[in-house]
């Protein structure tokens, strides 16, 4: 079973600054592509970033040259540097990762993707 821990979200003014960070742990063959979702009230969860094991990185086009999203992989962890924050950034933001199981997974190209429960980043005056 695969257990997120999420953390780092909070509070800050417009042009703030928040870093999120997301601790993969489990017995699993090995993690993957992960990445970030955020989810407004009322509306539907969206894609902010993803990073794959090799560091190449994409971003929704909102966020595109604010957040920086990098990960540990000696930790399992999965970070996303929130720049230049602005009302409209105010949402739970959700871990996303994506893994092989067990080695039978690699080997079929199997992957299975876990969430995060989710932390609060509100951005208000």
């Known amino acids: 079973q695969v257990h997120l821990v999420e953390s780092g979200g909070g509070w800050t003014q417009p042009g703030g600054s928040l870093r999120l960070s997301c601790a993969a742990s489990g017995s699993i063959f090995s993690f993957n592509d992960m990445g970030w979702f955020c989810q407004a009230p009322g509306e539907q969860r969206e894609l902010v970033a993803t990073i794959t094991r090799g560091n190449m990185t994409k971003f929704a086009g909102s966020v595109e040259g604010r957040f920086t999203i990098s990960r540990d992989n000696a930790k399992n962890t999965v970070y996303l540097e929130m720049n230049n924050l602005k009302l409209e950034d105010t949402a739970v933001y959700y871990c996303?990762?994506?893994?092989?199981?067990?080695?039978?997974?690699?080997?079929?190209?199997?992957?299975?993707?876990?969430w995060g429960q989710g932390t609060e980043v509100k951005v208000a005056v």
């Open positions: 996303n990762v994506r893994a092989h199981r067990f080695y039978s997974d690699f080997v079929q190209g199997n992957e299975y993707t876990y």
